[in-house]
């Protein structure tokens, strides 16, 4: 290294992240909050390290910085990998560290949805905005993080709006509350029930809280299990044996039993639909094997998907956003480019 | 140069604007997106005012409200569904209601303007100078329109049905409303339809009473069969007898037939005099 490059203040990305480090070692780089207080403190008192944020979630560990020295660099590594008691050899296996415009290229990239596991996911950008509002707050951001943070956003919700990289849910919950809203529209008025008491219904379960659905029933063949996962949904229990006779009570049906057989038949649906009049019915069978009888689905006002018709429909909404990410690719390195330029003067300074 | 303009020129230009609604329409569906609820808004609104001013100025050319031939028909039920979508459809918070409603005011002022048969010739002073008997004409006439965008919204529901039920749901389908949004909207259509038919009817009847020769059988039987359809559907539906694509369906026929009533219905009247030459 060059004592020219030594002196050089410079933009920098430090870190680790799920295209690297596997969730097991995730884990062991994951800060708490006690920590990331600890580790706040122990930054702001490296005198060459000018301006900083740090970025926690479950999917990477990031420090944003300007730094005076490339020394300044590995000190932050150094301190971070003791706080967190992991190897620094280690840690350079697994280690994103990226300078200047590729700094300013992947914040865009990350604050885009680009970078994250679930491609074109929006929390992330909230995410971002946290850790730079609490950087804000502990007076740790400066001229040139204040400029790439800011303009980051403005980035981020460009590609947003003008491109199809968040457009369609990618999970199988969420496509199902999705169909749900083509199909009841605002979901408040909803009754759901829910049969089987899994991971996968209680998932589905809480995709429809979370989008605001109305009332949550939940049966299962144990009715202790059932009775637990309805606490925990703020829902109410029902026996599993009664499910046939208050079909007609719900508007959305969600199966994830693990019965051998059917445990929805035709005839069981078609007495429901004489006592609903004109609300159709929204059954999704994510059991393997199935849940419901199949010819449910050629019943009138009666809409059936099951786990693959689901899994295809994330399927083909990943596909869609994987064939845009060359068209946010270029609009992030025309951004980067811009705000590179802006914050080279900056640094100068 | 406006002044210069016929009755025919001002709905030409009103048709052309419906007509570009639909084509700007199809461009944005077939690039993948919404039409804009701004611009469809917005070239409606242009082409129905430009409709109105023809309107207005057949209107002023046979003093009365423009129904004298299947030409004026077709107009007034393409002006009275734009005016309802107007009121109504915008808060519907789809622009694809405003794209459909372009497609269907744009066929059928096209189609009318397209067939000058169908304004050679027309009755004049068919209401006798009685008020009451044109405001049951226009108000039969309006309940046709109103009858116009409830095909609008069952073909919408249609095809809703059809995306969820073989699970095609992106492209333009995905623009569509939900099933029991556009369930809504066609019940309170076909609630209204039915109600300013009802009104119509009933004051059409006052008069036909006085005077059981004024209207010829087959119209008479026509107009309450149609009448009497789309009460019975409404009855039926609200009964929950009669719902989602077997609803959609019986509501876009009886438009269809409603529609191709209006000929027959303005041909059976008494032998008309010659042309007017607006």
């Keep these: ?349 | 140069m406006l002044s210069q303009l016929t009755d025919r020129d001002w709905l030409w230009i009103a048709a052309e604007f419906y007509l570009v609604g639909f084509l700007i329409g199809v461009w944005s569906l077939m690039r993948g997106g919404k039409p804009s609820n701004v611009i469809m808004n917005a070239i409606i609104f242009a082409g129905y005012l430009i409709q109105l001013t023809g309107l207005y100025f057949r209107g002023m050319a046979v003093g009365g409200c423009p129904l004298g031939n299947t030409f004026e028909l077709f107009q007034f039920t393409a002006w009275s569904a734009t005016t309802l979508y107007l009121v109504v459809g915008v808060a519907f918070r789809s622009s694809i209601l405003g794209f459909f409603t372009a497609s269907l005011s744009a066929t059928l002022t096209l189609t009318s303007l397209l067939i000058p048969a169908w304004d050679t010739t027309r009755r004049e002073n068919i209401f006798g100078g009685n008020t009451w008997i044109e405001f049951h004409a226009a108000f039969a006439l309006f309940s046709y329109g109103v009858f116009a965008l409830l095909a609008l919204t069952a073909a919408m529901l249609l095809l809703r049905n059809y995306s969820l039920k073989h699970k095609r749901l992106g492209g333009w389908f995905s623009f569509l409303p939900s099933i029991m949004d556009l369930d809504l909207i066609s019940v309170r259509l076909l609630g209204t339809g039915v109600s300013i038919m009802t009104i119509s009817l009933a004051v059409g009847s006052m008069y036909w009473i006085r005077d059981t020769e004024s209207v010829n059988a087959f119209k008479l039987i026509l107009t309450v069969a149609i009448w009497a359809a789309y009460a019975l559907a409404l009855s039926m539906r609200l009964r929950g007898k009669l719902i989602s694509s077997r609803f959609a369906w019986t509501c876009i026929i009886l438009f269809v037939i409603a529609l191709a009533s209006l000929g027959p219905v303005n041909s059976s009247r008494p032998p008309e005099p010659p042309a007017i030459g607006s």
């Design chain 1, 1 to 349: 290294m060059s004592a020219s490059e030594e002196q050089r203040a410079g933009l920098f990305v430090l870190g680790a992240t799920h295209h690297s480090a596997p969730l097991e070692v995730r884990e062991k780089l994951s800060v708490s909050e006690t920590a990331n207080e600890q580790l706040h403190t122990k930054l702001s008192n490296l005198g060459t390290l000018r301006e900083f944020s740090i970025l926690n979630t479950c999917n990477r560990i990031e420090f944003y910085g300007v730094a005076e020295t490339e020394e300044t660099i590995h000190q932050i590594q150094r301190l971070f990998c003791e706080q967190q008691g992991f190897g620094e050899d280690e840690f350079e296996k697994i280690r994103l560290s990226v300078r200047d415009f590729d700094a300013v290229q992947h914040l865009l990239s990350v604050a885009s949805g680009l970078d994250s596991q679930l491609i074109g996911e929006t929390e992330i950008f909230g995410q971002i905005k946290d850790a730079y509002a609490q950087a804000q707050r502990r007076q740790s951001t400066g001229p040139v993080l204040n400029r790439v943070f800011q303009k980051a956003f403005h980035a981020a919700k460009h590609v947003r709006t003008n491109t199809a990289i968040t457009s369609g849910q990618v999970s199988v919950a969420n496509v199902a509350v999705d169909l749900a809203n083509s199909i009841f529209g605002d979901l408040k008025d909803t009754r759901i029930l829910l049969l089987g008491a899994g991971e996968i219904g209680e998932k589905t379960a809480r995709a429809f809280q979370s989008r605001g659905a109305g009332s949550i029933t939940v049966a299962s063949r144990h009715l202790e299990r059932a009775m637990n996962l309805a606490s925990t949904l703020d829902a109410t229990a029902l026996p599993f044996e009664l499910r046939d006779r208050h079909l007609a009570d719900f508007d959305i049906i969600v199966c994830s039993t693990a019965a051998p057989g059917s445990i929805i038949s035709v005839s069981a649906v078609k007495e429901a639909l004489k006592s609903r009049s004109a609300r159709p019915l929204f059954l999704i069978d994510l059991a393997v094997p199935r849940d419901i009888d199949f010819q449910v689905g050629d019943l009138p006002n009666t809409y059936l998907y099951n786990l693959d018709d689901l899994a295809a429909i994330a399927g083909e909404n990943r596909s869609a956003r994987e064939s845009e990410i060359a068209k946010c690719q270029q609009i992030i390195t025309e951004r980067a480019l811009t705000l590179w330029r802006q914050a080279e003067t900056r640094l100068r300074r």
